[in-house]
């Protein structure tokens, strides 16, 4: 079975911290993504990846970075939260053209 | 105006019925996603289409490429079934997904 493990489930932080949000997955997909999921928004697209270094801002992407130093890991930064970043994050990864595999969640509060 | 948009955004039904929720989009895709998401967060692929109808037990998917809609139908519905059911479509740039807002189904006994 693909796995895609997400570092946290539940994450507290204060407002200001720099926060990281890891990503992993152990099928050697090229495609990675974070996406944030906010009640009656659904889910939108922060940033993906399609390869080792390479990154693409998505439809969300003020206030976060990525990083992709190794194919199977995909970390999402927030550089200094701020409680409108209060949401569940989720990852996911596909290989080209293929069902998409997701993490399974965090919920971060920013207070 | 979306470019996915799911209807209903909530249902309710008891054990044995059957559902049906349905999808349409407006832009052109290489494909559509069916997708669970039960309480607690996890997101998991149910189906992936680009034409016609898949059956996998109870969930029979189908999707109209020319009027841009799919249906997601369950049979037999159980309580286990309730979750919320979302719909994605891929636009075909990088395998990127768009999503609808999702409809939450209850099943109850």
């Known amino acids: ?111 | 105006k979306n470019e996915v948009e799911q209807s209903p955004q909530n249902l309710t039904a008891q054990e044995g019925e059957f559902i049906t929720i349905n999808c349409s989009y407006s832009v052109g895709i290489s494909a559509l996603h069916w997708l669970q998401q039960h309480p607690g967060g996890g997101i998991v692929s149910l189906f992936m289409l680009s034409s016609g109808k898949k059956k996998h037990g109870r969930l029979i998917a189908t999707i109209n490429i020319q009027e841009k809609h799919s249906s997601l139908h369950i049979t037999a519905s159980h309580p286990r079934d309730s979750a919320v059911y979302i719909c994605a479509v891929d636009t075909g740039t990088a395998s990127k997904l768009t999503f609808g807002t999702g409809t939450r189904l209850q099943v109850t006994l």
């Open chain 1, 1 to 111: 079975d693909v796995k895609v493990t997400q570092s946290s489930r539940y994450l507290v932080k204060r407002t200001g911290e720099k926060v990281f949000l890891e990503c992993v997955q152990d099928m050697d997909h090229e495609n990675m993504f974070w996406y944030r999921q906010d009640p009656g928004l659904g889910l939108r697209l922060i940033y993906f990846s399609y390869d080792v270094k390479m990154k693409e801002k998505g439809d969300i992407p003020e206030g976060y970075s990525v990083s992709r130093e190794k194919k199977e890991r995909f970390s999402l930064i927030l550089e200094s939260a701020s409680t409108n970043q209060t949401s569940m994050y989720l990852c996911a990864s596909t290989p080209w053209g293929a069902e998409a595999f997701f993490g399974q969640g965090t919920r971060l509060t920013v207070v």
